[in-house]
């Protein structure tokens, strides 16, 4: 089986203000500190952040188990030392002042060339590395992942809501994403050279640091062997985040191993589709990846499960998979959630939903 790994950032959160807060520096320490199982913890660009990084995983049951664990201990820590942890895309409400970025020479870099940005950027998401035999399968993988990652936005939708108000979208996130350099959907590649001929004309320039601050839904990882897809919110549970990563592996699986080619779908009408992925969640109309015309949000899953039907075979998938996707239809994604939440008891009730599903 194709081996996979999953990012997940959370925002720590004071129990008394609902806002997101940088904990005193013994108890990020501890945070930090925490690692159960394979699955460690690292800061995150903001202070009031971090991030868990999972064990290369080979199937379901693997991934469940990591997930749910770390989840659970670091709810616990977080609860101990006063502060609660939860997963959402955007925190419903921050603070006035600007955020208080992580003390890291590259952070520091970063906010120096766009203060603006990076100070608002209260955004965490859920990044999936799926393993590759070389860098050119990755480009393969890459090339065919790209009409797929508005499918994949639609379906980790998890920030509705920014400073105290209902945007209206249902992926916050991914449209404040749409302010840096470089973002979005990567191009089409020709081959790996055609790749690293713009990897190095990007990073010639004066706007871009580093390979990292590159912020296309999907690249090639520039510390594994991996294809990294960086689309999704971060996800209020578990059963959703290693079902995003199912799907993902899926997706390289069937693009490496005998799909179809065809002509790769225009740029403009790739973007559009990201916008309104970032809109309507699983709602409103979307863009059909294979067909290249306009569709419901459950035809759009339809033509998903037909593409990697084979991959999730292979992989023992099938069931968990199909289950996951009729869940989010019928439940809504995480920003139908949130939004359901906070008609029943405002923002605390969102937070109270987001903090007791860490562990679920």
């Not at 999936?128 to 936005?153: C, F, K, Q």
């Not at 994403?177 to 590649?189: L, M």
Request: aromatic share 8%.
């Amino acid at each position: 089986m194709r081996t996979f790994g999953m990012e997940e950032e959370f925002f720590i959160i004071s129990p008394l203000t609902g806002l997101p807060c940088e904990p005193p520096a013994s108890a990020r320490a501890e945070l930090l500190a925490l690692r159960v199982g394979g699955t460690s913890t690292v800061g995150e660009f903001l202070a009031c952040q971090v991030e868990s990084n999972s064990p290369i995983c080979t199937d379901r049951a693997e991934a469940l188990d990591a997930v749910r664990s770390y989840r659970a201990a670091l709810s616990r820590a977080a609860i101990d030392l006063g502060f609660r942890v939860v997963a959402l895309g955007t925190p419903p409400r921050i603070p006035d002042a600007p955020a208080v970025v992580t003390s890291t020479d590259r952070y520091r870099a970063i906010t120096s060339l766009c203060e603006g940005i990076a100070t608002e950027h209260y955004l965490s998401g859920l990044h999936v590395h799926v393993g590759i035999e070389d860098p050119e399968s990755g480009i393969v993988a890459l090339n065919e992942l790209r009409r797929w990652l508005p499918v994949l936005t639609a379906c980790g939708s998890n920030s509705p809501y920014w400073r105290g108000s209902d945007t209206g979208f249902a992926s916050w996130r991914t449209i404040h994403y749409r302010r840096w350099a470089i973002q979005g959907i990567p191009p089409h590649f020709t081959d790996l050279p055609d790749y690293e001929r713009r990897m190095r004309f990007i990073l010639d320039s004066d706007v871009v640091l580093d390979p990292g601050h590159i912020s296309w839904g999907a690249r090639l990882s520039a510390h594994y062997p991996t294809v990294e897809v960086r689309v999704a919110d971060a996800q209020m549970s578990a059963s959703t985040t290693v079902l995003l990563a199912l799907i993902v592996r899926s997706l390289v699986d069937t693009s490496l191993n005998g799909a179809p080619r065809t002509a790769p779908p225009l740029t403009e009408a790739l973007d559009l589709a990201q916008w309104q992925a970032a809109k309507f969640g699983l709602h409103g109309n979307h863009l059909d990846p294979l067909a290249g015309r306009k569709t419901s949000a459950v035809n759009m899953l339809r033509s998903l499960m037909d593409y990697i039907q084979h991959a999730l075979k292979q992989n023992g998938d099938t069931d968990y998979v199909s289950a996951g996707l009729a869940r989010l239809i019928r439940q809504g994604t995480g920003a139908g959630i949130q939004r359901s939440r906070f008609h029943l008891g405002g923002f605390d009730a969102v937070l109270d939903e987001a903090a007791a599903a860490i562990a679920n």
